[in-house]
């Protein structure tokens, strides 16, 4: 029986490839020398990303392991002050000798002296002894020094500017887009390499069928059974502190299980490591996100770790099994429960910029959050060379709670809000093959509830709701549910170098939504302008084809999306007797190529038309109060927007210099047919409305970036710039205006062993930010930060190390922040464990001050922070 339940809760994912075909060979010169040291690639022809390649030994002898389906392949064998030698040669088993000619011309080739990285077909292998250096602990550690890789401040890991579509650990997506718990608790020891699957298709059966312009991630162990994982416990001071952490794991070619407890009051936001990052690639609409209709003021959190700030008592514990049934049957279970206490402490001080009149607001702010959630997904998935099914079973349940106090100069204002919220939804895909043809379903069913109280002392609104006279509270009180369901069918079917896929479907979301606003002693406002009593209805039938075309090099992929449909809109409220409706036949065609200009330059183009149609929280009549200063409502028809998009890029990347390099353009231009309306009061009450006016938006964005790995330096630099302009209209205290914004931001990051006692990491940010009214700019910011860490290493086992942070910004006059924290760590050999003693905040830095700005208001922030503290941990990674 325990197998049985223990079977239940697992998954595991085949891999399959083409057969491999093994040329082995010799390398001479011209005086029949042996060469060693000659590098040997293996491409489909001579433009062909490089699907194998190898280093002569001693003897001049190599062997090549090469999987494709090509007929014939593509040798080139370089060597330094030699000609290049390049041959076709066929698909097969073979023994080959190769006689390189001298040559003057200067090689342009790299030689690679270690296998460092390799490259194979689409995939790049990442050596981790080769990046790993004295500190490393976990693969994250890794990652963040790989060429090619950036890991954004949440944990998201991007290839080539671009988010991965799946990480995989020995070929098993245990995680589900949950993989900051991987990359934070899994050893770096116990991997061998990292691979960067290029263009990866996630389902096999679509492998030949569908390109895919996305990469993933595979992380390769060293065992084929490895047990590993981190367990931490730590004590401090000022005020009292505590941390622990247990996270075993494990990783068969059966089952995988990583699970976790951890609980901390240091700062530590563990939340993050159960971030899901996972990518949406069918296409549905609908989903069971949770909808915040109403909000207590928060100050902006620091823009740095959480550690600095963070004032919480956090547990989060976490299951999450994959086990195969059987062969090509894997079950899998995710499941995990967050409970925070955090308290937030600042002020802000906001400035509105009106095209007549600036308005000045000032608050002190201290809040209490409450979090509770629990959430998971069970996962049964088959995914072979000709059948795939995937259903998945997903909930979501929160219940959380917030209380805040606003101190203005005014007013003392008490803020309570209850938020719980519950979701549940089944995703079922199903691909299988009849005939020659793929046959397509896929249902998508999904039901959400909220019910929202935000309660608010002393009222607000005096003149809307108490004839101008102070009262005692305010409520509101929101209901909101919601249904979807989104069933299609289809095939795909080749046609040679084409394939064609027309999908049939139909979908439809009922939503309501139910509000009421209650004054002193639970007096109900009757009046209907504050009521809701809403139920919007969304039905769609809809016939989308896809034509793809992939040249038989493979240099091309050309794919044209041409989606019609028929959308139906239903909007009507029981207060009020209008009915709104809207019927639209859609057509949003898209186009994208990728074109493969050589074994290391690629480019692509995209361009597409979209519509988008009013959600329900821009379509309810009665006014809602979303928090203390902000009275909304939409009594205007169903908005409806067009929005064009065109997009533009180039990449680079050489695995044998370890350089990427990329660039992109993007133009985007909508029209829409509402306005929406914002009414600020001397106070900073502001009530937004929407107005029936055309207008439109236009957006203009660059980005470039570039890493580059130096082995004899040992070290990685990575360089990443974008440029952002957009212009808009704007409706405020009834006067028309043009904003216009414009953005600049430039990062980079230097990870360097300067020699075997000294460790250095640098990264940096910049950015200006500036916005104004037509030809008159009203605010620009400049904001920086500067992070160094510098790590010393008296002895093999110890280090000391030294890390100082500033971040500025232009706008506040104590704008400048400083931070700097020492650290010593001692590393047992036996036991295999790390002592580390803390002291953070070293100058006992008490606030943060920062500045922030907007289309029509900037805000400088004042947050308090931890003060200075020493936290001593033992450290198990085993």
Known sequence: MKKILFTILSIFVVFAGYSQTEITGQVFDDNNEKLSGATIMISKDSVSSILAYGISDSDGKFKIAVKSDSESLSLKVSYIGFATFEKTIQNKAQQLEVKLLPSSEALKEVIVKSEILQQRGDTLSFSVDAFKDKNDRVIADILKKLPGIDIRPNGQIYYKDEPIQKYYIEGLDLLEGRYNLANNNLSADAVSKVEILENHQPVKVLDSLEFSERASINIKLKKDITVSGTATAGMGAAPLLWQTKVTPMIFTKKRQAIVTYQSNNTGSDVSGEIRNFSINFFGDEFNIDKTDWLSIQNVSPPPFSAERWLDNNIHLGSANILQRVKEDIDLKLNISYLNDYQQQDGSTQTRYFTPTDTIDIIENTSNNIFVSQLEGQLTLEKNTDKNYLKDQLEFNGSWNTNRGLIDRPDAKIKQRLDNPFFGIKNDLRLLRTIGKQLITFNSNIGFTETNQDLLVQPGQFEVIFNNGDPYGE????????????????????????????PKFGFSIQDQQLDTDIFLENAEEVFDTDFKNRT?????????????????????????????????????????????????????????????????????????????????????????????YRNLNRYNAPISEETRQYYSGGIAYRNPLKQLFLNTSYSYSYSENNLLYSSNIGENGTRILEAVVRDNSFDNHSFTAGGSKYFRKLKTTFKLNASYNLSKRQQL???????????????????????????????????????????????????????????????????????????????LSENGDNYFVNLSYQFTFEKPKMDLNINWRNILNTDQFINASNNQYYYIQSSYRLRPSQVLATLKFTF
């Open 535 to 627: 139920e919007f209805v969304e039905s769609s039938v809809y016939f989308k084809n896809s034509f793809r075309f992939k040249s038989k090099d493979e240099t091309w992929n050309l794919n044209l999306s041409t989606p019609f449909q028929f959308k139906s809109f239903q909007l009507k409220d029981r207060n009020f007797e209008e009915k709104r409706s809207l019927d639209r036949l859609v057509f949003e065609p898209r186009f994208s190529v990728n074109k493969k200009l050589s074994a290391f330059w690629d480019a692509n183009a995209s361009a597409g038309l979209s519509y988008d149609f009013g959600e329900l929280q821009q379509l309810y009549y009665g006014f809602l109060l979303n928090n």
């Open 732 to 810: 405020l205290n009834n006067t028309l205006a043009e904003v216009n914004t414009q953005s600049f931001n430039l990062r980079g990051s230097i990870d360097a062993e300067v020699s075997s006692w000294l460790i250095a990491n640098y990264s940096g940010n910049f950015s200006t930010y500036t916005s104004g009214f037509g030809e008159r700019d009203f605010q620009q910011i400049e904001t920086q930060q500067h992070t160094i860490d510098l790590y010393f290493y008296p002895k093999d086992n110890q280090y000391l190390s030294v890390s100082s942070e500033y971040y500025g910004n232009s």
């Open 474 to 501: 305010i409520q509101q009180q929101v209901s909101s549910r919601k249904m979807y369901a989104d069933n299609s069918a289809g095939f795909t079917k080749a046609l040679g170098k084409f394939t064609i896929s």
